[in-house]
């Protein structure tokens, strides 16, 4: 009885160069978009949120840059966004936030309660 063969690496690799190519082109064109998006920055200190208000346009995507400047975890949540975030100190991360209606759109850092609170407000 004669064994299956192994594939080498080099055919390994080429098996998978299809794969490869359909999830750049598919993921690439969303990279690209993200930096074509408004951008807000939110500054995490010790239970300080800079600022307390973001506001933003109605029916646009957004990205909020998220930086913990302080010596303590933070926590960017928001369940009205449906978004969470934990960051260690120093950390800087970010959150997409899809097109919102107008309003206003609650969000906390959920170590610092109750003072670390303040609103996104989406206006037309």
Do not use: C, W
Request: charged letters at 25%.
């Amino acid at each position: 009885m004669r064994l299956p063969r192994r594939r080498s690496a080099r055919q390994s690799v080429a098996a998978l160069l299809p794969t490869l190519a359909l999830l750049l082109a598919v993921l690439l064109p969303r990279v690209t978009l993200a930096s074509d998006m408004p951008s807000y920055d939110l500054t995490l200190t010790n239970g300080k949120l800079s600022p307390e208000v973001l506001k933003v346009k109605a029916g646009e995507k957004f990205v909020i840059q998220l930086h913990n400047a302080g010596n303590t975890p933070a926590e960017f949540e928001s369940n009205s966004l449906r978004k969470e975030k934990v960051l260690a100190p120093g950390v800087k991360s970010f959150v997409v936030i899809h097109p919102l209606r107008a309003g206003s759109y609650d969000y906390f850092d959920d170590f610092h309660l109750p003072d670390a609170r303040g609103k996104v407000v989406a206006e037309d």
